[in-house]
């Protein structure tokens, strides 16, 4: 019998990490798909892997889901091995592809219930698991229809319950709304916060939208060539490329109000030139209202005041020299 | 895993019964060839083997059928080994046996297909006898699975089948014209028909017309078992290498 691997603890409290890789490499047709990977992922959240297409999201989620064996290094995904446990890491996640493909000759409730006779679940189990996921994902009035007749937004929710009808711990997307219109992709993404809070499910979102990132992911690692260029939370890779900024316009020069404004505890950084003070910060509405207040205390104008926000896409510049290209989302990712 | 390898038959066999249209084609063609260039060549050929050129032409055309559908099977595979199987490749059921799985849902369907034709074929030469539908019946049976089994093993060996549509039926073709089809082996050049004992729809048609009729080269029991071990032989290979087929 195979044996649990217990020793791998992850995060910062000491909770048993449900994925862990270390050193993880995968080369294919020669190349390093991905190189050198060290991702740990805690129960319940949502961590992503943002990167442009071809950088190693997929191949690292094929590593994950137990389908193909990395070249070296070691992945735990619920304390069960990749390499030598395969087979019972794919019982134990959940995994839905980019491009969606499900039997459209079958009905709902037929596709959930094959899947469900795969994962091996017994008859009892399944069908009430089946009716869960089909009114849980608003799909129960259809559960009787082939799903030729789906519309693609429904079709990646059948998808989806596919993937947790067997009630895994970890479930892995890769590219989870490509092609979806905008809207769809919102329905979508709200469906994947009710899943991962309904059902404690952990998520491994693979994406090369930064948007879908910001949406969803607790933690974020961006990937680029096959490696992990940084990891951590939205907020902390934000902050490590200064954050976001406020600038202000004044109708005159004023040294002492960009003083008091950098004496601002929430205030990173000023730069003040002529009539305008460049104030790096996590804008907020509140903060931004105590900006305003103080300046009223001061004998100057604010003119204009612009703020800018940064985005997991500026983070990647930052660290790659070139930005996310979103070739799957409808909303190109700008290019400045 | 007997209960995954059921459920993927199954679905299979859905798939299959799910385009009505394909289904009703695949039953007319065969019966069509066999009315139009059967009942059209009898009415100026001599005799075949003893037989009326119809009636020697059933076989031929069940083998046509066969083939049709191990080529079909071939290009299924493939293209279900790009999308649709990757789907089941992230359950703990093993790659052979979700090929077994459609393997079977396949030869349950293909093989109703042709024993419907096989129906129409020994209605019209009369045949009522038990023993010879029963025989004859399993002969279609085992060549349908033969079929099936060699279409599994070239979609494993061949990368692309589809790139390789016209070289498929120009060899199809070729196979026809040396295995009996439309005319005996007997009546080939004679190194051909040497070379029609290394067909493997030689031994299925003449296994299905011996079994049937009574008329056939080698003894029926003879064809059906080479029939029956090719297919054993190809279903061992593509099931083994069918790690060769996924494309991850």
């Known amino acids: 019998m195979q044996t649990a ?40 959240e949502i961590f992503g892997i943002l990167g442009p297409k071809g950088s190693g999201k997929s191949s690292l989620l094929h590593v994950l889901a137990g389908l193909l064996p990395p070249s070296s290094g070691t992945a735990v995904v619920n304390d069960f091995d990749v390499l030598t446990q395969q087979e019972r890491v794919r019982r134990s996640v959940g995994v839905m592809f980019q491009e969606v493909f499900i039997d459209d000759w079958l009905t709902a409730r037929e596709v959930l219930d094959l ?64 092609g979806l219109p905008r809207e769809q992709q919102n329905e979508f993404w709200a469906t994947l916060i009710k899943v991962n809070a309904n059902f404690k499910i952990g998520m491994v979102i693979a994406t090369s939208s930064w948007e879908e990132c910001e949406k969803l992911c607790d933690r974020v690692a961006l990937i680029d060539r096959g490696n992990i260029i940084r990891q951590g939370t939205q907020e902390t890779l934000k902050d490590s490329i200064g954050g976001s900024n406020v600038v202000l316009q004044l109708d ?22 002529e009539k305008t003070i460049d104030i790096t910060m996590v804008p907020n509405q509140e903060q931004v209202n105590k900006i305003t207040s103080l300046v009223k205390r001061f004998p100057v104008n604010i003119v204009a005041m612009t703020m800018h926000q940064s985005t997991l896409n500026d983070v990647f510049y930052k660290h790659t020299g070139s930005f996310i290209e979103d070739a799957g989302s409808e909303e190109k990712v700008r290019a400045r | 895993m007997i209960n995954a390898v059921i459920a993927l038959a199954r679905r299979e066999a859905r798939r299959d019964l799910s385009d009505k249209g394909k289904v009703m084609f695949d039953i007319a063609w065969p019966l069509m060839i066999l009315a139009v260039l059967g009942f059209g060549v009898d009415a100026f050929a001599p005799p075949k083997a003893g037989l009326p050129y119809w009636a020697f032409l059933g076989a031929g055309v069940i083998g046509l059928l066969v083939v049709r559908q191990s080529y079909s099977f071939g290009r299924m595979l493939e293209h279900e080994a790009r999308v649709g199987y990757r789907e089941y490749l992230v359950t703990p059921v093993q790659r052979h046996w979700i090929i077994l799985g459609s393997f079977l849902g396949r030869w349950t369907v293909q093989s109703a297909i042709a024993l419907i034709v096989l129906a129409a074929y020994a209605l019209a030469y009369q045949v009522y006898s038990p023993y010879e539908i029963l025989s004859a019946a399993a002969s279609v049976i085992i060549s349908v699975g033969c079929g099936l089994s060699i279409g599994l093993a070239v979609s494993v060996w061949v990368k692309d089948l589809r790139d390789h549509t016209l070289k498929s039926w120009l060899a199809a073709i070729g196979l026809a014209l ?71």
């Open chain 1, 5 to 44: 691997i217990s020793w791998v603890q992850g995060g910062q409290e000491g909770k048993m990490a449900i994925i862990t890789t270390y050193d993880l490499c995968l080369s294919r047709e020669g190349k390093k798909a991905i190189d050198k990977i060290d991702i740990s992922i805690e129960p319940g």
């Open chain 1, 115 to 178: 899947h469900a006779q795969l994962q091996g679940l017994p008859k009892g189990t399944r069908e009430k698991r089946i009716e869960s996921l089909l009114a849980q994902l608003g799909l129960a009035d259809k559960s009787s229809v082939a799903v030729r007749y789906f519309t693609p937004l429904k079709k990646r929710k059948l998808a989806l319950a596919r993937a947790v009808v067997h009630s895994p711990e970890v479930l892995i997307l890769d590219e989870p709304t490509t």
């Open chain 1, 252 to 273: 005159r020069h004023s040294p002492r109000l960009a003083e008091s404004i950098r004496a601002l505890w929430f205030v990173k950084d000023v730069k003040s030139s």
């Open chain 2, 178 to 248: 040396i295995s009996g089809v439309f005319f005996p082996v007997s009546d080939l050049p004679f190194h051909l028909e040497y070379l029609s004992y290394l067909s493997p729809l030689m031994y299925m048609v003449d296994g299905i017309r011996g079994s049937l009729i009574g008329v056939s080269m080698v003894a029926p029991v003879y064809g059906m078992s080479v029939t029956a071990a090719i297919m054993i032989a190809c279903l061992s290979i593509g099931t083994w290498k069918s790690d060769k087929l996924f494309r991850l």
